[in-house]
């Protein structure tokens, strides 16, 4: 299932080629004609690459063309890395200044041996791209725009049958759907309960179950069935609605004779309509569809069945349901039912063993345990079961309507650039839990995401692509504070693996051989020795991504130097949680490196003064490096750092050197022990939109300087024990924050009065275990932006008039703060007898759970309350006991008012 996406690639470095042909820069005859050339060919060979892609999957020959032509195309891209980095070279070192034009680069000062060589270079890249190009017309590709983006993969329709013995593990969520279905609201004539999940959880055959059952026959005078799957067109879905609810077929209507059959037919009836498979995220299609459904009597219910948040989020009246994976035991039951016949599972205790162990690879995802147990039917041979055990999913024989192609149609539905990064996701293991920020970072480092007409930010953009994969159940956040954390299922990075080929290894110590195409190495094995850079590893020179990571494993300077050596071409180094001393100075030759992550490193004390000459570098990550002295003089040079993360023995941030780090973005201190002050030159961050301190004993205020982070978002501040934040003016002026947290800061007794300047911006504030924080203020009532408070284990915080006059806002969670907490407990009575006045709109917050074990009379209990404004979106509420935040929930929901401190 391995493809080759070539398009996006090659759209890049014709940018590439673009911004080096700027007139600004005075190129050398020759290099600019070879330049033309290159760029003319490539823009044609660009044209068919759509059509091209999509023929991949079942010509082979296509498919070679489209590898060879990658290679080349990849190594384009280095050569123009070559030219565009002795540019910025030129910029910086030999002119001397950040901001001198470079318009004599290729003038007689610069050397005669690179604009030789440079020429060359491009020369025979062109050369091999010519043969490609020319080999294109035995294939008779056609041209397409490349903006054509999603490709409309048909899938196999759905029914409404199913038999229930059939069925394991689904009966609790069926009761589930069937009282939503079953309850009714007076004001409410049609609402529409949207069913969210990976593919192959079984939405489908959960949603069989609840439009069979005998409760849901009685309660609705017409059921329909409508398996959408297909493009979101009114006209097709109004027929197949009047199909299914009267058997007419209606071809030969128009479509505004279709909609006044359908209204005439729904009209004061109580239906069920069951729209299954929906990929549409067009609210005005949705729209133009449900306003023709409004017509049916009270009670009147839709069921969506989506793998798309946000198709639920457009469509959906009631919060989404989200399904779950089965559990271990269902997930056994129903891999016996599909790989023997009945009860010949007792005659081969060896082969339920090893089921058991191939359940685990499913993730309780159904349609993998029915692939992997059909694909063992009648196999009676342990050899068969162990392969199967042995070997990732993707890598076993799959057919039409097993686990990977139903994954595959949620893949192909999304547009080019985010195929891509899906697919870079298969270099982190399995279970691995990723931090968005290096995930974006490293996708950027990659060139995965490029900039479209306009200022967005590539950071920006990489979120937009993070929430998009998120919205599509192929990422999961695990976590959410201060920090997000994604997890991608272990069938999704099947699928990964599966979709990114020849180009991605994991070694292994069995690994002997490699091909000349891989180009990202993930080495998990605990000896990174000089044996294992021998034969496998020395002709890859190609080598984009190289990752180690394991902890409290030594790495000699040898190994390095050549791992350095060998890897000339790479944009992402990282070996983390392995010690060494020294880093070789011939990191200083990796010129085309983006991302160095050297975190975890017990042992090293400085960098070599080399690193300075990697000025493409965008993030530098010595998080947890404890024994790091200080940062080499001239890191000032990297012009292009976006993010660092830092942890030294510095007692102050090198002044000087921040004037170059104009680009920077995120800045992360950690555990920087001896570190008393950040620096004046804080002044020249003015791009920095995030900034991270944290376990920095020694910090007592922060510059007043931070007044000029005109572009700060994010401030996030922990464990700073002697840091007070009403000391000087480092709160002053800051404009644009949005999120503030601020955990483990004893001194910190009120907010700031500079936090005023972002009463308009600021949305989340969380105060977290400040034992000295004592009152709200009354200016907080001007933050009219402000979604999230959190007020958690600040003992001493008291009713104040700033707690009475709170913002609205759409999350309010006070935990541990007694004082507070015991007051809003007449606040529950108030709403408890309010319970029969659901529409009370002097309570503005959602429905919240209490647990069952929960004694409102108790004077010792303290609440953890944790309330939803009734406009915000949102899955679960809950207020349980400070000490045991895994409450479970009742069914009992009541309104809650805001407390009256």
Not at 137 to 150: A, K, L, S
Request: charged share 25%.
């Amino acid at each position: 299932m391995a493809e080759t996406l070539v398009s996006n690639i090659a759209g890049a470095v014709l940018k590439k080629i673009a911004s080096l042909a700027l007139p600004e820069i005075n190129l050398a005859w020759g290099v600019k004609n070879e330049l033309r050339k290159l760029e003319n060919t490539l823009s044609t060979i660009k044209s068919v690459l759509l059509d091209a892609e999509k023929q991949q999957a079942k010509n082979h020959a296509v498919k070679d063309w489209l590898e060879k032509l990658k290679d080349v195309v990849y190594d384009i891209d280095d050569v123009l890395d070559d030219f565009s980095t002795e540019t910025l070279r030129w910029k910086v070192e030999v002119c001397g200044s950040l901001i001198k034009e470079v318009s004599n680069f290729f003038s007689s000062s610069n050397p005669l041996v690179f604009r030789s060589k440079m020429g060359q270079k491009i020369k025979k890249v062109r050369l091999r791209l010519d043969h490609i190009a020319a080999d294109k017309r035995n294939f008779h590709f056609t041209e397409q725009v490349m903006d054509i983006q999603v490709q409309n993969t048909r899938r196999v329709q759905t029914h409404s049958f199913v038999r229930t013995s059939d069925v394991i593990g689904r009966d609790c969520d069926k009761e589930t759907i069937i009282e939503l279905l079953l309850s009714s609201c007076d004001h409410e004539n049609l609402s529409i309960i949207p069913i969210v999940g990976l593919g192959g959880l079984g939405k489908t055959t959960l949603t069989k179950l609840v439009y069979n059952d005998e409760r849901v026959e009685e309660n609705f005078e017409r059921k329909m069935w409508v398996c959408v799957s297909e493009d979101f067109d009114l006209k097709m879905l109004i027929e197949k609605i009047i199909r299914s609810a009267t058997g007419a077929n209606c071809p030969q209507l128009d479509i505004d004779q279709l909609q006044t059959y359908l209204r005439d037919n729904l009209n004061g009836k109580k239906f069920l309509l069951v729209l299954d498979d929906v990929w549409n995220e067009d609210l005005m299609k949705w729209k133009e569809l449900r306003d023709l459904l409004m017509g049916g009597a009270n009670g009147s219910k839709i069921i969506v069945t989506t793998r798309s948040k946000k198709t639920a989020s457009i469509m959906g009246t009631n919060t989404s349901y989200n399904l779950g994976g089965l559990s271990s035991d269902e997930c056994l039951s129903l891999f016996m039912k599909y790989a023997f016949r009945g009860g010949e599972e007792k005659k081969h205790p060896n082969l339920v063993e090893i089921g058991k162990t191939i359940v685990k690879k499913c993730g309780g995802v159904p349609l993998a345990v029915i692939t992997l147990g059909s694909l063992l039917y009648m196999k009676a041979e342990e050899r068969d079961w162990l392969y199967v055990r042995d070997n990732d999913i993707w890598k076993l024989e799959q057919k039409e309507n097993d686990i990977l192609p139903a994954l595959r149609l949620s893949y192909d539905q999304m547009p080019l650039d985010l195929k891509q990064c899906f697919a870079y996701l298969s270099f982190y293991p399995k279970d691995y839990d990723m931090l968005k920020d290096n995930v974006i970072q490293v996708w950027i480092a990659q060139g995965l995401i490029q900039q479209p007409d306009g200022n967005q930010l590539l950071e920006d953009i990489g979120d937009t692509y993070v929430n998009e994969l998120v919205s599509r159940s192929f990422l999961e956040v695990v976590a959410d504070d201060g920090e997000i954390e994604l997890r991608m299922h272990d069938i999704v990075h099947d699928l990964a693996l599966s979709i990114a080929g020849a180009e991605w290894l994991t070694m292994n110590s069995d690994t002997t051989k490699i091909t000349g195409r891989v180009r990202h190495i993930m080495f998990p094995g605990h000896d990174l020795s000089e044996r294992k850079f021998s034969l496998p590893l020395q002709n890859l020179t190609r080598v984009r991504s190289f990752s180690f990571q394991n902890v409290e494993t030594s790495v000699s300077l040898s190994s390095l130097d050549m791992l350095m050596s060998t890897f000339k071409c790479l944009r992402v180094l990282a070996i983390k949680g392995a010690d060494f001393e020294e880093l070789p100075s011939s990191v200083g030759n990796l010129i085309h490196l983006r991302h160095l992550d050297l975190s975890c490193n017990r042992c090293i004390r400085k960098l070599p003064d080399s690193i300075c000459k990697l000025l493409n570098l965008q993030t530098l990550n010595l998080f947890m490096c404890m024994q790091l002295q200080d940062l080499p003089k001239g890191i000032g040079k990297l012009i292009n750092l976006r993010a660092l993360y830092l942890t030294s023995y510095q007692s102050c941030l090198p002044e000087k050197e921040l004037e170059g780090l104009t680009s920077l973005q995120f800045l992360y201190i950690f555990h920087c022990k001896h570190l008393t002050s950040l620096s004046s030159g804080m002044q020249h961050l003015k791009a920095l939109r995030t900034l991270v301190i944290s376990h920095c004993p020694g910090l007592t205020s922060l510059p007043s300087e931070m007044k000029y982070l005109i572009a700060l978002e994010t401030l996030h501040i922990f464990f700073c024990p002697e840091l007070d934040l009403l000391e000087g003016e480092g709160m002053q002026g800051i404009k644009n924050l949005r999120s503030l947290i601020l955990e483990s800061l004893p001194k910190l007794v009120a907010l700031p009065e500079g936090l005023q300047h972002a009463a308009s911006t600021l949305q989340c504030l969380r105060i977290l275990r400040c034992t000295g924080f004592a009152t709200i203020p009354e200016w907080l009532r001007n933050f009219t932006s402000l979604q999230k408070l959190e007020l958690e284990y600040c003992p001493l915080l008291c009713p104040s008039e700033g707690m009475r006059s709170l913002p609205p806002v759409q999350e309010l969670r006070i935990k541990g703060s007694s004082n507070l907490s015991r007051i809003c407990r007449r606040e529950i009575d108030d709403a408890i007898d309010l319970q029969s006045e659901p529409d009370n709109h002097s309570y503005p917050w959602r429905a919240i759970h209490i647990p069952d074990d929960v004694s409102l009379d108790s004077d010792a209990y303290d609440l953890d309350i944790y309330l939803e404004h009734k406009d915000f979106e949102t899955d679960s509420y809950d207020i349980g006991n400070m000490d045991d935040d895994k409450s479970e929930d009742t069914n009992s929901a009541y309104s809650f008012s805001m407390p009256d401190c």
